[in-house]
């Protein structure tokens, strides 16, 4: 079973740095396209990033864009999201999900496309 765990979340000022992570386990980390998505509260989850099996294939929502990183780590089946320049609408709980694809290229935004998820990581950035 698949399971995701993410850490890194916390509080920090408007302008800092966050850096999450996802740990995989239960299944071949490589064989997943791995996404990051975000709630705040009384809102819906939205996709953040994602990150195809092939590293170089990524995708970002256009509100963190240049400001967030998402990456890899197959030795480590983690994947990481690098937040820069952090903004207080940036808050929420941050969430990682997993979906297996024998496609090395694709990504979606489309949550409901992601079968596994992490019990998510709160994020608080203050003004």
């Known amino acids: 079973q698949v399971q995701l765990v993410e850490s890194g979340g916390g509080l920090v000022q408007a302008g800092g740095s966050l850096r999450l992570s996802c740990v995989f386990s239960?299944?071949?980390?490589?064989?997943?396209?791995m996404g990051w998505f975000r709630q705040a509260p009384g809102k819906e989850r939205e996709f953040v990033a994602a990150?195809?099996?092939?590293?170089?294939?990524?995708d970002y929502t256009d509100s963190v864009k240049g400001r967030f990183t998402i990456s890899r780590d197959n030795a480590k089946n983690t994947v990481y999201l690098q937040m820069a320049s952090l903004k207080p609408e940036d808050t929420a709980v941050y969430y990682c999900a997993a979906l297996f694809t024998s496609s090395t290229s694709y990504y979606t935004r489309n949550r409901d496309e992601y079968r596994y998820w992490g019990q998510g990581t709160q994020v608080t950035v203050s003004s």
């Open positions: 239960g299944s071949t980390f490589s064989y997943y396209t």
């Open positions: 990150l195809a099996r092939s590293a170089g294939n990524t």
